[in-house]
């Protein structure tokens, strides 16, 4: 299947930018304005539409209290909704319906399937919303307006360099031998966060450095179907018994989230195998506990209150009718438009560096000390 994601390493670098450009939002480099806004603006008191994905990590549940409470804070009405566990794309379709009809003005949808969402958008543009893309691109329509995520790709580079990092500090010389797990095929971000990992990768397994033990690399073969631990745990279980018969070591595993890397050291401990290196992201209290322990090796914080807070900025720009800040118009062509977008950094946590990452972070800080 064809990946409408495009990323250049000039754009991951002119994001790695943008921690300063949290700190002086109105000096933002590259802010830009957009076509999609009408500058005429709404009512204070408008419908805003939040349609988000399967709470399929912690970060999905968070979102939906904080854009329930923070919406509501800034004077808008707001209608969070989820899609349920198993008909998710049917039902994000009639809440994005629902929302439309009931007037919302801006809708902002963590897409549960990028691309099956583009009568829903166009229903809503028709009806003169705005619709903002959260966390997840919506692909194959002209009618989003803006994505406002963390640095997907570079999410993904983190991933890779975290991995080899880890090998190395347990076994200073490879070959090391891994496995690649990737997340859930209809998530447009899944390609995005495994071709990061994989730039950082492939020179390794090139050069015989790194070794994939099941000989399985392509995205196909190392999908996660709906994000769900237990089928990474089931690839897992399978994988071990197929390809790491006797003493043969595992010594890292590419994990695309914290839920995730769970599943798959639950998987490698019951095998009794020794615990390898593996991957993560999302800063899930288990995982964190995990890291503090020693067993999942990193996770990647992307701070859902500040994504919360930068997409309601966003809202409000679009009510007073003005253009919001973007600082990304090359990176996310979604097959029939680049959407203007707005990256925030994500970064790398390990047990070194947690107690400082976390810092600020009231349910993690207390975790890491
Ligand atoms: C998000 C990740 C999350 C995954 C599963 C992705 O689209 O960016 O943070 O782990 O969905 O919920």
């Given amino acids: 299947?064809?990946?409408?994601?495009?990323?250049?390493?000039?754009?991951?670098?002119?994001?790695?930018?943008?921690?300063?450009?949290?700190?002086?939002?109105?000096?933002?480099?590259?802010?830009?304005?957009?076509?999609?806004?009408?500058?005429?603006?709404f009512a204070k008191d408008s419908l805003i539409g939040v349609a988000l994905p399967a709470k399929t990590s912690e970060n999905w549940v968070l979102a939906g209290d904080l854009f329930s409470d923070g919406l509501k804070d800034a004077g808008f009405k707001a209608d969070v909704q989820y899609a349920g566990a198993s008909t998710t794309v049917a039902d994000q379709q009639a809440q994005i319906s629902s929302m439309v009809t009931k007037g919302a003005k801006v809708i902002v949808i963590g897409a549960t399937d990028a691309s099956q969402l583009a009568t829903q958008v166009s229903q809503a543009k028709e009806a003169g919303a705005t619709v903002i893309a959260y966390d997840r691109l919506i692909t194959n329509t002209k009618d989003v307006d803006y994505y406002i995520a963390f640095d997907n790709f570079k999410v993904g580079q983190l991933q890779g360099q975290a991995l080899i990092d880890g090998m190395k500090a347990k076994k200073a010389k490879g070959p090391w031998t891994i496995e690649l797990f990737s997340g859930s095929p209809d998530d447009n971000n899944s390609k995005v966060f495994f071709d990061g990992a994989m730039e950082?990768?492939?020179?390794?397994?090139?050069?015989?450095?790194?070794?994939?033990?099941?000989?399985?690399?392509?995205?196909?073969?190392?999908?996660?179907?709906?994000?769900?631990?237990?089928?990474?745990?089931?690839?897992?279980?399978?994988?071990?018994?197929?390809?790491?018969?006797?003493?043969?070591?595992?010594d890292g595993v590419l994990s695309p989230n914290d839920t995730l890397a769970r599943a798959i050291l639950t998987s490698v401990k019951g095998a009794g195998k020794a615990v390898p290196v593996v991957t993560g992201q999302d800063s899930e209290v288990e995982s964190v506990k995990s890291i503090m322990a020693g067993e999942q090796y990193s996770t990647i914080n992307?701070?859902?209150?500040?994504?919360?807070?930068?997409?309601?900025?966003?809202?409000?720009?679009?009510?007073?009718?003005?253009?919001?800040?973007?600082?990304?118009?090359?990176?996310?062509?979604?097959?029939?438009?680049?959407?203007?977008?707005?990256?925030?950094?994500?970064?790398?946590?390990?047990?070194?560096?947690?107690a400082e990452a976390y810092a600020n972070d009231p349910k993690l800080a207390p975790l890491t000390k």
């Fill in 302 to 354: 992307k701070d859902t209150r500040k994504l919360v807070a930068e997409t309601i900025n966003m809202v409000k720009s679009v009510q007073k009718g003005d253009k919001p800040t973007i600082n990304d118009t090359k990176s996310y062509d979604n097959g029939k438009k680049v959407v203007p977008s707005y990256l925030l950094p994500p970064v790398i946590v390990t047990k070194e560096n947690a």
């Fill in 1 to 41: 299947m064809r990946r409408l994601v495009i990323r250049s390493i000039a754009a991951v670098g002119a994001a790695a930018l943008l921690t300063l450009g949290t700190a002086c939002s109105n000096e933002r480099e590259g802010s830009t304005s957009s076509d999609s806004a009408d500058g005429k603006g």
């Fill in 200 to 250: 950082v990768l492939k020179p390794l397994i090139d050069k015989g450095d790194i070794v994939v033990g099941s000989g399985q690399t392509d995205i196909k073969q190392t999908a996660t179907q709906g994000w769900k631990a237990e089928n990474a745990q089931q690839r897992m279980d399978s994988l071990l018994t197929s390809a790491y018969g006797g003493k043969k070591t595992l």
